[in-house]
């Protein structure tokens, strides 16, 4: 996976950890605890406090949203123990001991975690595509109904366009390498994508292939269908405007090259 400059001493690539490397070029927790604190109060009347989340990967998304107040508890479940040890050294690790208590990571999968109910349960990065199959999304969907309060809300984010399904690769500078999202593969027949990310270094060394992810590229009503046949009351669509701040509540858009949207199953 490494791609080495052939020196003596080690290349950026080498010196690299690939986990860190994500952080910078893909995760922004901000956004997205906003969207789901204002979506909660908007439509519960009160504030979010406890929450799960799912794919949670290193936690970084969970650390942020107990970090927004002192009442708030934060699950992350996640089936592989890489990701979940680097949180833990890297993101909760660093974070204060009152956050550090109010946090628990569990290595599971999503379709059969037993964890307390929560009031939201969020899924980002697109990560329950990993789910090909329209049986085994219904059941993590009906899993996160299940592991949800009363009153609980799901959010999940989704991408598409007519750029989405074409392979290509998008290149942009990060702090001190590139970063490469590849659309290496899909399939129209079964809608199956295989996309990488790499990271590529001014010595001219890379991690190439550092992340993969095998999904199948759902579309919002497939989402929805599901969703409601999970047990959700009701959805919503919030269409990211790019060029505003806020995502803004939708049932109409036009088509673009690509678009971005956070779904919610209202339960
Ligand atoms: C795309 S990463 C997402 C990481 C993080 N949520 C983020 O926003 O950057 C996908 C994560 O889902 C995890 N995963 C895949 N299948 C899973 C399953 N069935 N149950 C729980 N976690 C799963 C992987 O181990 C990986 O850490």
């Known amino acids: 996976m490494k791609k080495a400059a052939s020196r003596g001493r080690p290349t950026l690539a080498e010196r690299a950890d690939r986990y860190t490397l994500y952080q910078k070029a893909v995760q922004a927790p901000d956004p997205e605890v906003k969207f789901m604190q204002r979506t909660y109060r908007r439509l519960r009347g009160r504030a979010p406090t406890s929450f799960r989340e799912d794919f949670c990967g290193t936690a970084h998304l969970a650390t942020h949203w107990v970090k927004g107040g002192a009442e708030r508890t934060a699950i992350g479940v996640d089936i592989s123990a890489e990701p979940l040890d680097w949180g833990k050294e890297h993101v909760l690790g660093i974070a204060a001991p009152s956050v550090q208590r109010r946090m628990r990571l569990v290595q ?28 085994v999304l219904l059941r993590y969907f009906r899993a996160a109904h299940a592991g949800l309060k009363k009153d609980g809300l799901f959010m999940c984010d989704l991408f598409g366009g007519t750029e989405a399904i074409a392979t290509q690769a998008d ?30 270094f001014r010595d001219g060394s890379s991690l190439e292939r550092a992340f993969t992810y095998d999904w199948r590229l759902w579309s919002i009503p497939e989402v929805r269908e ?35 949207v956070y779904l919610v199953g209202v339960k």
């Not at 059969?112 to 090909?132: L, Q, T, W």
């Not at 990060?174 to 295989?194: K, L, S």
């Not at 919503?236 to 701040?245: A, G, R, T």
């Open 108 to 135: 599971a999968d999503v379709l059969s975690a037993e964890v307390p109910r929560v009031d939201v349960i969020g899924a980002f990065n697109y990560s329950y595509c990993c789910f090909k199959e329209r049986s």
């Open 226 to 260: 599901l969703l409601l046949e999970a047990g959700f009351r009701s959805t919503e669509v919030w269409w990211d405007p790019i060029d505003e701040e806020h995502y803004r509540k939708t049932e109409v858009e036009e088509q673009q090259a690509t678009w971005l």
């Open 171 to 200: 290149e942009r500078q990060c702090d001190g390498f590139r970063y490469v999202w590849d659309q290496a593969q899909y399939n129209p027949i079964t809608h199956e994508a295989m996309n990488h990310i790499h990271f590529r």
